[in-house]
């Protein structure tokens, strides 16, 4: 089974691992943004750096999930 994306098609593990990346990436943004929240409003230190440190836990996901948003709206992925 093949999804047909305008000139290209997807294989089903591409678009799960496209899809999955950009779950990981908003699922880490959300805990990071609200794990920042936390710390304005108790001031405790290590709120804040495990804020920041789940924030940039979806780093490495992040070049996946715009290549794969890039290829569903231009038809051309970004090289790895």
Known sequence: ME????????????MFNGVAAIIIV???LYMGISILRR??????D????T???KFFMSFPW????ISFI???ISDSALPF
């Open 3 to 14: 999804v047909k994306i305008q000139n290209g098609t997807f294989t089903p593990l591409e």
């Open 26 to 28: 908003l699922f880490f």
């Open 39 to 44: 710390y304005f409003q108790y001031k405790d």
């Open 46 to 49: 290590r709120l804040l750096y």
């Open 51 to 53: 804020g920041i440190a």
């Open 62 to 65: 992040l070049p996946i999930s």
């Open 70 to 72: 890039s290829y569903l």
